[in-house]
């Protein structure tokens, strides 16, 4: 019985005594640049078809990692290099979802990671698909500048619509940010300004 208890006092200040060791991933300069579109404190301006106006806010917006405190054993040894932007808009649009957002995880060292969507409450990916969606370009009613670097979201295709179903889709540049949403009922907010 002694030697048992002596081998378990030993093989646990083995244990103890290793050092864990985390490593850092890191977004590249591509996957950073989802979010150099926006400032937190800016306000972006969209003008709907109809000639209606909705302001969002940016409430939030940061860099981070997960598992700061390295623990290896119950976390795993990487750190995550994450960004996260929140924003808020004036009219709630669906009270399930007042706060949209957009967020980045670098959960693999090697492999390249793509955003991930919430804007009221239209979510990509969806749960049970996740394709990344192809890389387009459109020209915008409200002031003709045209977006090259776009990627359209909608629902039923490659986002799902949680809440009150307000969105069809949404719009966004990966150098601008969000340029356009498509409400259910038909009515289209573009970029004005931000």
Known sequence: MKKVIMLFVIVASTLSSCNCKCTKTHL???????????????QIIFKSNLGKLDTLFVADKYETYDNKECNCYEVGNLQYNMMHIDFKSRICHN?????????????????????????FGLFYPDVQVKPIPTESWVVLRTSLKKYTHVY????????RNFGN??????YWD????????????????ELLKK
Do not use: C, H
Request: charged share 35%.
């Open 28 to 42: 590249s300069k591509d996957e950073k640049e989802w979010f150099s579109a926006y400032k937190k404190g800016q």
């Open 165 to 170: 179903n307000y969105l069809k889709s949404f």
């Open 95 to 119: 009270d399930s979802y007042f706060v949209s957002g957009v967020s980045i995880s670098k959960d693999e060292i090697n492999k390249k990671s793509f955003p991930t969507f919430n804007v």
């Open 174 to 189: 990966k150098r601008e940010g969000l340029i356009r949403y498509d409400t259910g009922e038909g009515e289209i907010f």
């Open 152 to 159: 359209v979201f909608e629902d039923g295709i490659n986002a």
